[in-house]
């Protein structure tokens, strides 16, 4: 990513989004915790990026089957600050639910000693469940210090500090993950001299949390965080990544997101459980067809001409009259494993024990597919046929219903969906789905500008009802790739002072 220097950043008019950061550091000598003071030397440069957000427009957990997706990156972002150390460590300070919370690591046993190898990292902080939250910026360093040094393991190993703010809210299902991991690999890499492009960045990303952090998520939430453009839907081609261009939200419509305040996690048992489901369709599906399986360990090889391994490849005809019928409503685990030995997914396991909604999962990506390739069409012709924002909505509460169907819906969800679907179209509410990994998160609402006081009416509504928050998301903002890496050069504090 393109490294800037402040003027260069101010000039380009760009400073609104480094702000936040920058106000940070000003602030940093008078935090109460003295341990923040002299937090930065004086003496290094510092770098620092940031990284949107997301909102699931329409995709979401198609994504790891190969689904067109279509992304939102928000205004709300992720900023980390980075300056080397001679002390060969990782030190972390990060801002979460108002407080500081500090971690340190030295990188030597990361790099070239017994964490070396993902595995083990990975167990390593999952026997620190209080300090899993560090998993994130610690494994995308780790990463990246290692791409530099290429298997060198003689190489010297310099350490870094780290200080991470966000106003993206964690748990919400706007990918608070991937902002956080996309910034922190971001000024790593613009340390390391590593020239990533943000496909490539993205990619890293996902590597990391699909093998450090041990969720089975998509390349569609790091890809958006990395290449989103302001008031443009990512349109990602998730096979697995390639992005076929930057849909235009309409003038005088807008994408909204109201937080249900029902805690979403894509670690949590019913996206993987899903995830898992699909996978077990799909090897159903290839055995039915024909198709060579070759064992690979705990997973297999199919040899797919047919749909190059993808569950949105099959058409909904193709699914509905040859395998549909095919498949188990539900299907157990070692059931699967004793028939079949495994799936093609490298980043879950199939648990023995556990009931797997086999139909369901499988059938969700294929429809999906439908869905997003219809909705991205209509969009494109809404300035021409203002109609189709009827079309739209009902795509999107077809892809809400089908998450339900899944088992990833919620309480908390439903309702915003519900009254999203009273206020109509006749007030310029055309649509709303839950979101990302569901089983809770944020809902997406497709709406015009002038909706904007009735988004938060049905915000402050489902707020009174529930008790929960519902914090409203309205503005879109560019992602890492277009703001880049700033570099503050040394004794830069006069140039913070602004």
């Known amino acids: 990513m393109q ?11 760009d400073e609104v989004w480094f702000r936040p950061a920058l106000d940070t550091l000003r602030q940093l000598p008078h935090e109460p915790d003295s341990r923040l003071h002299d937090y930065f030397s004086q003496t290094e440069p510092l770098y620092v990026a940031r990284a949107p957000g997301r909102l699931d427009v329409m995709g979401g957990i198609a994504d790891y089957s190969g689904a067109l997706v279509l992304e939102l990156p928000l205004a709300r972002s992720t900023s980390v600050c980075l300056q080397p150390q001679d002390a060969p460590r990782c030190d972390v300070v990060s801002r979460r639910d108002g407080r500081w919370h500090f971690f340190s690591v030295e990188l030597e046993p990361l790099l070239a000693g017994p964490l070396r190898e993902p595995d083990a990292l990975a ?21 990246c210090l290692a791409l530099a040094r290429g298997g060198d393991s003689t190489a010297h190993i310099k350490g870094v500090r780290l200080l991470i703010d966000s106003t993206v809210p964690e748990g919400k299902g706007v990918s608070s993950s991937a902002a956080l991991e996309v910034a922190t690999m971001a000024v790593t890499a613009a340390w390391c001299g590593i020239a990533m492009t943000p496909e490539a960045l993205a990619t890293a990303c996902q590597w990391v949390e699909n093998h450090i952090v041990g969720a089975p ?19 990602l081609r998730c096979q697995p990544a390639t992005i076929e261009g930057h849909l235009e939200i309409p003038p005088g419509y ?20 899903v995830r898992t489901a699909a996978f077990i369709g799909y090897r159903l599906i290839a055995d039915a067809a024909g198709l060579t399986v070759t064992s690979d360990g705990s997973n297999v090889r199919i040899d797919d001409p047919v749909w190059r391994g993808y569950l949105t490849n099959l058409t909904p005809a193709e699914f509905t009259t040859r395998y549909e019928t095919l498949l188990p409503d539900e299907m157990l685990g070692a059931t699967f494993l004793e028939q079949y030995g495994g799936t093609t997914d490298r980043v879950t396991c199939v648990e023995p024990e556990r009931r797997y909604p086999v139909r369901r999962a499988t059938a969700h990506p294929v429809f999906e597919q439908d869905r997003i390739a219809r909705f991205a069409g209509l969009l494109d012709a809404l300035p021409q046929r203002p109609q189709s924002a009827i079309e739209l909505g009902h795509l999107m509460y077809a892809s809400h219903e089908s998450y339900g169907a899944c088992g990833l819906g919620s309480d908390g969800t439903d309702r915003l969906v519900t009254l999203v679907a009273a206020a109509g179209v006749e007030r310029g509410l055309f649509g709303a789905k839950i979101t990302g990994g569901g089983s809770g998160g944020t809902v997406a609402i497709l709406a015009t500008d002038a909706a904007e006081p009735l988004v938060g009416d049905i915000a402050a509504q489902y707020a009174a009802e529930t008790g929960r928050s519902a914090e ?19 004794n830069g504090s006069a140039a913070l002072s602004r």
Do not use: N
């Open 3 to 13: 490294l800037r220097r402040l003027a260069e950043v101010r000039a380009a008019g």
């Open 123 to 143: 167990a390593w902080f999952a026997d620190r469940p209080s300090h899993r939250w560090a998993a994130y910026p610690v494994g995308v360093v780790a990463r």
């Open 217 to 235: 998520c998509g390349i569609m939430d790091q890809m958006t965080s990395a290449c989103g453009r302001t008031d443009r839907l990512l349109r």
């Open 254 to 273: 807008r994408c909204y997101g109201i937080d249900s305040g029902v805690r979403h996690a894509v670690s949590g048992a019913d996206y993987g459980t």
């Open 472 to 490: 409203v998301f309205a503005e879109s903002g560019p992602g890492a790739a277009a703001t880049g890496v700033l570099l503050i050069e040394p």
